[in-house]
């Protein structure tokens, strides 16, 4: 069986950051607002009013600092709270396909390998620009890579499930190389009016090549050692935003077609399962939690991080093994743990091992071990 490495990352970041304090001044702005517009239904005890947010409760909650986005000013406007992306003409590209060549000219040129010696290119995001034509084969055709390319949605597992993919692929001998790119624009399926999670979203777009071991030529090489994915249905994180929107005549602009969940049951219900698929992966493959130098976790919350990193090291981690980016990037679904590797592996030595790991909606978990070699 042919062995995979990954021999390049990139990463886009966006230009506008948000840090808590302006957020939550916007946030708490139109909170006036509404209390004041419904006075006497609060007054009358037929209307909760609604509360603040503030920087300590946000870091409190998840550890997050600030965030990237591809537009702060419709963000931050009271009257809008949500970015303001114009629409561009089909002639024009995507906004996701321009943040796909960008982080996957970065990934491309650390790897050493030209868009011609691609064969596969997989687009892998919690939510698609469009339904069609694939953003993957928009991607392909700006980018001149060969072979075939292809959208899927795992959600925040969606990089994880695609590096699987391509792997398999490379390893079965139908292709040689592959590019996973994951364009997150998470602020576009985010509520910003809604106080337990206007906070948790970034936008960002991270990618990865992945190589025949013995084509490789990039002095930065991780050999996958194996990947393992895991699926158990929930509604606990939802997003019921589709194209049957308009066919059941709901509401469009309903908030349950936006981001929407239980943070305590996720909470409680995730890490286990997730450190469970993590060391029972381990195990199948003759490793342990003490084997690893570093755990490159999805990033979604901090409280999370911790207690999964301790179910699989078995202690808490020591500074820089499960390095934490969600503090200035807040979450950036499939991208996070991207990011993480993207940012904390140049420092690893030949024969260090790692999990690549994420998780989210579904639910769904992926685990990729690596070696540096």
Request: net charge negative.
């Amino acid at each position: 069986m042919t062995d995979v490495v990954i021999t390049g990352t990139g990463l886009f970041t966006p230009e506008h950051a948000i840090d808590n304090e302006a957020l939550v001044a916007s946030f708490n702005t139109w909170v006036d607002a509404e209390n004041a517009r419904h006075a006497a239904a609060i007054e009358a005890g037929e209307r909760e009013p609604l509360q603040h947010s503030s920087s300590e409760f946000i870091v409190k909650a998840s550890g997050i600092h600030s965030r990237y986005v591809l537009d702060a000013a419709g963000i931050l406007d009271p009257q809008r709270m949500r970015p303001r992306l114009p629409s561009r003409s089909n002639d024009e590209p995507s906004i996701q396909c321009e943040m796909g060549m960008a982080a996957a000219r970065q990934a491309l040129e650390t790897a050493g390998v030209e868009p011609g010696e691609i064969d596969m290119v997989i687009v892998a995001c919690s939510n698609l620009e469009r339904a069609y034509p694939a953003v993957a084969v928009e991607l392909q055709a700006q980018l001149g890579t060969q072979g075939h390319a292809f959208d899927m949605n795992v959600a925040c597992s969606s990089a994880t499930f695609a590096i699987d993919l391509a792997a398999n692929a490379i390893r079965g001998g139908n292709i040689r190389r592959a590019l996973v790119v994951n364009p997150e624009i998470c602020s576009a399926h985010l509520n910003f009016r809604d106080r337990d999670s206007h906070f948790i979203f970034g936008d960002a777009c991270t990618a990865v090549v992945l190589e025949d071991a013995a084509l490789a030529t990039s002095e930065t090489r991780f050999e996958i050692l194996g990947t393992r994915l895991a699926t158990r249905f929930s509604n606990a994180i939802r997003n019921n935003a589709g194209f049957l929107n308009r066919v059941t005549d709901s509401d469009p602009l309903a908030s349950d077609k936006l981001f929407v969940q239980e943070g305590r049951r996720v909470f409680k219900e995730v890490c286990p399962m997730v450190a469970a698929l993590i060391n029972d992966h381990l195990q199948s493959l003759g490793l342990e939690g003490n084997d690893l130098s570093r755990l490159w976790l999805h990033q979604a919350n901090h409280h999370m991080n911790d207690l999964i990193a301790r179910r699989v090291l078995g202690h808490d981690p020591e500074p820089g093994q499960a390095p934490i980016i969600l503090d200035r990037y807040a979450n950036t679904s499939s991208a996070g743990s991207i990011i993480a590797f993207h940012l904390h592996h140049a420092d690893l030595e030949s024969g260090n091992v790692g999990v690549v790991c994420s998780f989210g909606a579904g639910y769904s978990a992926g685990c990729v071990v690596v070696r540096r070699l």
